[in-house]
């Protein structure tokens, strides 16, 4: 399975962005999907993560009210819709995928995307 994120860009604080993550291989409703951040200097974060069907979503405590992780299962594509940017939300923003374990765990993705980035200036 490949995934291809997109979506990223330069937007001022308190802007919003959508990114995307098209799953190519293997249909995405078999997967729990999940965002990840990296930004400039520091280790990845987990950022948002949904069930397989879609009933579930967890968010990290900094993100909680302004992103929303979504999936449409007939498109083969997840969503994070990210509202009220801030600058320390810069980062490269990955989707990664896990056949196994549940939505609530941070841990057991083996599937990764490239990266778009996201710069949100001040």
């Known amino acids: 399975v490949q995934l291809q994120a997109s979506g990223g860009g330069l937007v001022q604080a308190g802007g919003s962005l959508r990114l995307s993550c098209a799953v190519f291989?293997?249909?995405?409703?078999?997967?729990?999907m999940g965002w990840f951040r990296q930004a400039p200097g520091k280790e990845r974060e987990f950022v948002a993560s949904i069930s397989r069907v879609g009933g579930s979503t967890y968010y990290t405590d900094s993100v909680k009210g302004r992103f929303t992780i979504s999936r449409d299962n007939a498109k083969n594509t997840v969503y994070l819709q990210m509202n009220m940017l801030r600058p320390e939300d810069t980062a490269v923003y990955y989707c990664?995928?896990?056949?196994?374990?549940?939505?609530?765990?941070?841990?057991?993705?083996?599937?990764w995307g490239r990266g778009t980035l996201v710069t949100v200036s001040s």
């Open positions: 990664a995928a896990k056949a196994n374990g549940p939505a609530a765990s941070m841990v057991g993705y083996d599937k």
């Open positions: 291989g293997r249909t995405v409703r078999n997967y729990v």
